[in-house]
């Protein structure tokens, strides 16, 4: 099991990571959603279930971008947003995994 949290590093950065490093049931998607910092390659070396994006609801500059959730979307990775502004219906301060001995995952916004 699995965290990957790229911060806001730029996408040529995980091409110096190994598959098996990188592999996660969770992640974080850098910059607010940017989908200049995601690829479809990156997801399938990922293999997350869950990507955790944090922007606000306003849409500030635009994140985040359709494109990161389509690509997402096509990975078959589950999107959990949240602003931490709580600036929506499902905003909150935060996501918290739950991971069982058996390996389910649940989630709930705090």
Do not use: N
């Not at 959603?33 to 635009?62: E, M």
């Not at 499902?90 to 996501?95: D, H, K, M, N």
């Amino acid at each position: 099991m699995g965290v990957f949290l790229p911060t806001d590093a730029p996408l040529s950065q995980w091409d110096k990571i190994s598959d098996a490093e990188m592999a996660s049931q969770i992640m974080t998607v850098s910059h607010h959603g940017d989908a200049g910092c995601l690829s479809s390659v990156l997801l399938k070396k990922i293999g997350a279930k869950y990507a955790v994006i944090s922007a606000d609801a306003k849409g500030t500059y635009g994140l985040p971008h359709p494109e990161a959730i389509s690509m997402l979307a096509e990975s078959g990775v589950r999107q959990v947003l949240f602003s931490a502004g709580g600036l929506d219906a499902e905003s909150a301060g935060g996501v918290r995994f739950q991971i069982t001995p058996g390996g389910e995952i649940s989630w709930e916004y705090i």
